[in-house]
T-cell receptor
């Protein structure tokens, strides 16, 4: 049982490049989400999914796309990287929407130059 | 949606003393309030949570209290130890939960030897 696995751990992109951050969980959790963490800003929700085939936007969705083709995987795509997207990205999953704590992945530190 | 305010942003206490971190929330329908601990360079980890039908919950040196009327909840750490040094985040679940957890901006707890 690996929990929530994120790859890569570190990434440097040039402005305008695209990439996909991978997230996979093996706990059969229905709810998955992506957060970004910036100094002094806490954790802000980018996109979330309540099950396979269902996704929705969070607080800061601009510049990001997601898809959920399986229960296990929830990749985050940066369409055209910008320096403002320099951040630490966390994927999280939960058994249910309500009343259950999240399990977080180990994070991806992304730098856009 | 939910809005969670957290205070203080930095808290320094002597080893062995108690620490209290406070959060307020805006959505009276919120009914689940977890606390996460994040050590430097690590992922956030759930340390304790409370549901709206409970006023207080304890787990060894950690306790959380909830005042639904005033819409605030607090984390209490007693007999602080060096390993308690970390950033602590409170969170609330907004409305029906689909929007996920809304996090406070975090409290950097420093334990002075």
């Amino acid at each position: 049982n690996a929990g929530v696995t994120q790859t890569p751990k570190f990434q440097v992109l040039k402005t305008g490049q695209s990439m996909t951050l991978q997230c996979a969980q093996d706990m059969n959790h229905e709810y998955m989400s992506w957060y970004r963490q910036d100094p002094g800003m806490g954790l802000r929700l980018i996109h979330y999914s309540v099950g396979a085939g269902i996704t929705d936007q969070g607080e800061v969705p601009n510049g990001y796309n997601v898809s959920r083709s399986t229960t296990e995987d929830f990749p985050l795509r940066l369409l055209s990287a910008a320096p403002s997207q320099t951040s630490v990205y966390f994927c999280a999953s939960s058994y249910s929407l309500l009343n259950y704590g999240y399990t977080f992945g180990s994070g991806t530190r992304l730098t856009v130059v | 949606g939910e809005n969670v305010e957290q205070h203080p942003s930095t808290l320094s206490v002597q080893e062995g003393d108690s620490a209290v971190i406070k959060c307020t929330y805006s959505d009276s329908a919120s009914n689940y309030f977890p606390w996460y601990k994040q050590e430097l360079g690590k992922r956030p980890q759930l340390i304790i949570d409370i549901r709206s039908n409970v006023g207080e919950k304890k787990d060894q040196r950690i306790a959380v209290t909830l005042n639904k009327t005033a819409k605030h909840f607090s984390l209490h750490i007693t007999e602080t130890q060096p390993e308690d040094s970390a950033v602590y985040f409170c969170a609330g679940v907004s409305g029906g939960g689909a929007d996920g957890l809304t996090f406070g901006k975090g409290t950097h707890l420093i334990i002075q030897p």
